[in-house]
Structure formats: structure tokens, C-alpha cells
Nanobody, 125 residues
């Protein structure tokens, strides 16, 4: 069983930046792709970014391309989401997730099987 704990959310003005972190435990972290989802009030949870087990390859939702960067540090069992040029429409609860399969895919919501508790990101206009 894997445990995921997110941190780094908060309130920021439009145009600002935040860096989310997700600490993982309970599984061989380095062999599983990771991802970040978000869910805004009244909307479905969506996959924002995914990263391969090696960190060499990434997926991004079109609306965040060029503004968000996902990265991982396998030595620290941690995945990050650097969010720049934030917009009010980025306001949501952000969730860290781990992929279902060993060295598997990471670009579809159904690729993921476990999520953390989430961290709130609020972007004011």
C-alpha cells in the first residue's frame, strides 16, 4: 500500500507561483509513474500532469503547458509540481497520484490508482 502526502498549496495572486510537493512511502517509488490531478468545485477531477518512472518523459494537460512543470526526485521519494503564471481558473484541490502499473503509462486518468488527500490552491484575480 502506498501513502501520499501533499504540501505546498495556498493562496496566491494571479500571475504568481506555487510549488507543490508529494512525499510517497510504502512502495518502491522509483519504479512507478506519478501524476498530479486537480478538482475544482462542481467539476470532475482531471489529470494535470504525469511523469514516467524514470523522470525522462512527461504529460501535461493542454491548459497548463508552458506554465506547470512536473518533476521527481527518486532518492527522496518525492514528486513536485511547479506552477507558474497561475490563473484564477487553476483554483482547485490538487491531488498527487501513483500509477497502477510498474513502469507503466501515465497520460490518462485511468493509469492511476491511488491518490493523496489533496492540497488547496486558490488563485485570486
Amino acid at each position: 500500500q502506498v501513502q501520499l502526502v501533499e504540501s505546498g498549496g495556498g493562496l496566491v495572486q494571479a500571475g504568481g507561483s506555487l510549488r507543490l510537493s508529494c512525499a510517497a512511502s510504502g512502495r518502491t517509488f522509483g519504479n512507478y509513474p506519478m501524476g498530479w490531478f486537480r478538482q475544482a468545485p462542481g467539476k470532475e477531477r482531471e489529470l494535470v500532469a504525469g511523469i514516467s518512472w524514470s523522470g525522462r518523459n512527461r504529460y501535461y494537460l493542454d491548459s497548463v503547458k508552458g506554465r506547470f512543470t512536473i518533476s521527481r526526485d527518486n532518492a527522496k521519494n518525492t514528486v513536485y509540481l511547479q506552477m507558474d503564471s497561475l490563473k484564477p481558473e487553476d483554483t482547485a484541490v490538487y491531488y498527487c497520484a501513483v500509477a497502477k502499473f510498474y513502469r507503466g503509462s501515465y497520460s490518462r486518468p485511468t493509469d492511476f490508482g491511488s491518490w493523496g488527500q489533496g492540497t488547496q490552491v486558490t488563485v485570486s484575480s
